[in-house]
Nanobody, 124 residues
Framework: QVQLVESGGGSVQAGGSLRLSCAAS????????MGWFRQRPGKEREGVAV????????FYVASVKGRFTISQDNDDNTVWLQMNSLKPEDTAMYYC?????????????????WGQGTQVTVSA
């Protein structure tokens, strides 16, 4: 089993920054990929950023490239999402998720474990 707990969400003005964290525990083989997803009302859950926890490969949805950075701590148990130049359209519930394989496609169906979510609100 894998447990994921997000933190770091909040409210920020457009152009500001937030850093989200995901504390992971449990089966490491079930979290070869760690991802951040977001969901806005009336929209499907969207992959934002994914990191391969072994080789540190990264993947981003086009809309956040150059603004968001996913990384992990040296202990391999904390994953971060640095969010810069935030826009109102970034407002969403952000979820941390873990996958054994296929994470680079950023498909929610490939991720078997999910955190509870942390709200990010960006005001104009």
């Amino acid at each position: 089993q894998v447990q994921l707990v997000e933190s770091g969400g909040g409210s920020v003005q457009a152009g500001g920054s937030l850093r989200l964290s995901c504390a992971a525990s449990g089966d490491t083989y079930s979290r070869n990929y760690m991802g951040w997803f977001r969901q806005r009302p009336g929209k499907e859950r969207e992959g934002v950023a994914v990191i391969g926890t072994v080789n540190l490969s990264t993947f981003y949805v086009a809309s956040v490239k150059g603004r968001f950075t996913i990384s992990q701590d040296n202990d391999d148990n904390t994953v971060w999402l640095q969010m810069n130049s935030l826009k109102p359209e970034d407002t969403a519930m952000y979820y941390c998720a873990a996958a054994r394989s296929g994470g680079g496609w950023m498909r929610p169906s490939d991720f078997g474990y999910w955190g509870q979510g942390t709200q990010v609100t960006v005001s104009a």
